[in-house]
């Protein structure tokens, strides 16, 4: 990410006001702590005002509650989601959430998924590697 230091907090690209980390979600409650934990990360990274983490269905908070959420002075929001590819939900389920949450005053735009990220490509091409003994 396209980074600026300002008092010692990385700020979003100036694009964004705010990011939402979308996961799909679980009613397993263990299924959510790797979520968490990279949420916590980035939370305090880049700071709890800039960034929110959400699911898409099973688990709270949703996408429509982090919305809910934001500051009044949030106008352009970026959804990432924490998938691998593009599927029936990233083509259609999440598209729709965000068109029912766009307002005048708000423009939230739908991010490739993680997945899709060369970076994250190589590194489950480092960790596959080391599981085979390869690295």
Not at 22 to 36: C, N, R, T, V
Request: charged residues 20%.
């Amino acid at each position: 990410m396209n980074c600026q230091k300002t008092l010692g907090i990385r700020m979003l690209r100036k694009e964004y006001d705010h990011i939402i980390l979308l996961a799909h979600g679980s009613p397993d409650p263990l299924w959510k702590e790797p979520f968490e934990s990279l949420y916590s990360q980035i939370s305090q990274m880049y700071g709890a005002d800039n960034s929110s983490l959400a699911y898409m269905e099973l688990t709270t908070p949703t996408l429509e509650e982090a919305v809910a959420a934001l500051s009044s002075n949030v106008k352009q929001v970026a959804v990432l989601p924490l998938f691998l590819a593009v599927g029936r939900h990233l083509r259609k389920d999440v598209p729709s959430q965000i068109e029912a949450l766009q307002r005048s005053d708000l423009e939230i735009k739908l991010l490739p998924p993680i997945g899709e990220d060369t970076l994250v490509q190589s590194a489950i091409q480092t960790a596959i590697a080391q599981h085979l003994g390869k690295a």
